[in-house]
């Protein structure tokens, strides 16, 4: 897929459930935007036109930023998008396991 596909489906999903983080879409570890030693920046939330980002030196939360879609890389992107739509489908099994389809 396309990144301007990639994109253009995120924010599609962003659109249907509004601002999601990493809790509400129940990720086991963040998405790594940037690491290096001791310093390490993890994308947390998606917004509608930006991830956010939350910088650690040392584990220490030290700042938070934004970074558009299009300045991401295609792989994390991809896993971006793999990641909605799992949330997406372990949403589908709990509707047919409540019976509520």
């Keep these: 897929m396309k990144k301007k ?3 253009s489906e995120i924010k599609k999903a962003i659109k249907n459930y509004g601002w999601l983080n990493s809790a509400t879409l129940n990720w086991d570890s963040d998405i790594i ?12 939330t998606l917004k509608s036109d930006s991830v956010g980002v ?8 030290t700042a938070t930023f934004s970074v558009n879609y ?6 994390i992107l991809m896993e971006i998008y793999h990641r909605i739509q ?10 047919i396991a409540n019976k509520t389809v």
């Excluded at 939350?54 to 939360?61: G, V």
């Excluded at 799992?86 to 509707?95: A, D, H, P, S």
């Design 86 to 95: 799992e949330m997406e489908l372990y949403e589908i099994e709990t509707l």
């Design 33 to 44: 935007f940037n690491s290096m030693g001791n310093h390490c920046q993890l994308i947390d």
């Design 54 to 61: 939350t910088e650690y030196i040392h584990e220490q939360e």
């Design 5 to 7: 596909n990639l994109i």
């Design 70 to 75: 299009s300045d991401l890389s295609k792989n």
